[in-house]
């Protein structure tokens, strides 16, 4: 007892050192003793000084990341208007009746969908018989955190063609690695033991529902070498009655000779009225799948023969079927995507037509209905939805769809099989809702899946689209949100987002949360910067790499533009993304500090030359680049917040939020950064680390944990804004 009480207290002298200074009356621990280690790239030497920072296992590391987040804890309590803030929050947060997302059908005309009442802490899985019929609750997180005392969610779930059966995986602490259960939705039992070794967890079943595809992985990957943690995924076929012989048939290890890569995941689905079955393959983050074939009665036995149908030279991101046609949307020699049509079973790519070409929108999403394909296009923020009949002429025009209102569009679900679509709709200043769009309607009709909130169309706020010029002349498109009644007087607090990775987009929407930001007098403004889609593929590709640094200089330009039109200062701006997002932070900010009050960082991805290593790094090369190539390496080391904090400089307050069971983006990026910042000016703005031990990457967080996030996030804003209320005592 008493060794390990000086191995405890040595741990504890070696992690925070005398020096500390005092935030809002609270002392806050120093920036850990320096580490350094030095790595060499291509010539370049990079020193890394709290590389120490990275082995979590470290006692003297657990003693500093808790003495951090304990005293960022404190520091928050010590805001006047927090507890306020959080309390109207959560008094909005109450208006809204249910969330629903997640909305399937089965052949019945069942729905499938995950619910969070306003009572609910999180989003439970129900069953409702017919769009209007009795609601049955099948799965509870709650009741799992209840009697375990970790936060549980559901990562996803399939139900089986005729509804008896779903598969749903789960997972705790928002690890988001946890296990696959199947249930019978009429006795709510379970018929199989669970899968573990879950990393996602979308099952693909047979027709009959009898067995299921699904995705796992490698035995002991938990003792492997960080890097190659998530690496050699498997598919695998699970028979309900042999629940102890499951086959491999696809993955990297299963079929060398398809030269997959170690960071490749798929998922296989068999097709209904034909001989084949399809292997979808993920190349990590990259948005270009593969596609491969095999015979089904093949698959089923055990012995597929894949055989390939295009690689990524195709440029194909979404794949949809109907009986005897294959639907691609790719951006070969169409930056703002295409359509393509093949014939099944051959599937020639050299035979492929081009159902509907490329042109100023950008085609964003597909499905196939019995009636026809659906398709969206987006102009700007807003999207389009439109029908083309499964026999129309290459080049024919689509049927476009009339919608209740303009903003994002999202087929939420449709089957090959089952006519008509499930949609759900929001805006800037429409909350999402969910409609159905009969097989032969023009115009969707409202579903009744959860009762109409007081704040669904929120009156006195308004969206403007602006496009803002960016460093090199091109012109970025910014989305704004602020009350009808702002004066352009420099004086508002606002807030400043940005993401722009992976070709994603901010879609139009709105939680009555932000409410409580705009009732602060607030204003809101998304930057849809270079490396986002909302351009299309040649969007992204102008941020991405050797390009990501458009993504800061467009962040920066923003800031700059709203500064000049008066909506705000730099005394009152305030900067803020998260994961891939927290590139756009903390580049803007080592770049150009005095455009910022605050900056919060949240899951960040902030030490891009280190990236790799993670366990999730190796997939996320095609995005961000590796240092294994010269001109990679190169432009990670100009993309990494880490690598340009430079003693000596005024940054503005900052504060890390990161969830400790983080398996997306490692705690360690957070913590090295937060505390080189705060190193490089220990009597400068603060610098606090926001760390949660029963959270992860974000991913399944309950109300109560994005409750508290939001209000800690916005009143560290409004504190350095100077807005009266929010100063500590």
Known sequence: MRTVAIAFAIALTNALPVHAAAVAGVELPAAHAPCPVTDTHWGVKIEDPYRCLENLGEPGVQVYMKAQAEATEKVLSRIPGREPLLKRIQELDSEVPANVTDVSRDAKGNLFYEKRLASDNQFKLYLRRGFDGPEKLLVDPEALAKATGKPHAIGAYSNSRDGTLVAYSISAGGAEIGTLR???????????????????????????GSAFFYSRLALGWENRPRAERFMDNTVYLRRLAEPGKDVAVFGPTVHPELGLDRSDGASVLVLRGQPVALAVVYHGVSRYRSLYMSETAALLAGKPQWRKVFDQSAQVSHISTHQGWLYLRSAKEAPRYKLLRLALPQADMARAEVLVPGGAEVITAIASAPEGLYFTRRDGAAKRLYRLPHGAEAGAAAQAIKLPFEGDVAIADADAELPGVVLQLSGWTRSARHYFLAATDTEPKELNLAPKGKFDAPAGVIAREVKVKSHDGVEVPVSIISRSDIKLDGRNPTMLYGYAAYGTVEEPGISPRTLAWLEQGGVMVICHARGGGILGDEWHKAGHKTTKFNTWRDGIATAEWLIRQGYTSASRLAVYGGSAGGIFVGRVVTERPDLFA??????????????????????????????????????LRNNSTYEHIKPNTKYPALMFEHGVNDTRVDVWMSTKAGTRFAAANPDGKPVLMRLEYDAGHGVGSTRIQGQQRTADRWSFFLWHAGVPGFQPK
Request: net charge negative.
């Open 182 to 208: 199947v249930i019978n939705t009429e006795s709510g039992q379970e018929v199989m033991p669970p899968i573990d070794r879950i990393r996602g967890g979308d099952a693909s079943w047979l027709d009959d």
């Open 598 to 635: 605050a900056a919060a960082m949240g899951v960040g991805n902030l030490d891009q030359i280190r990236s790799e290593t993670r366990a999730n790094g190796a997939g996320n090369i095609p995005e961000y680049g590796t240092v294994k190539i010269e001109e990679e390496f190169h432009a």
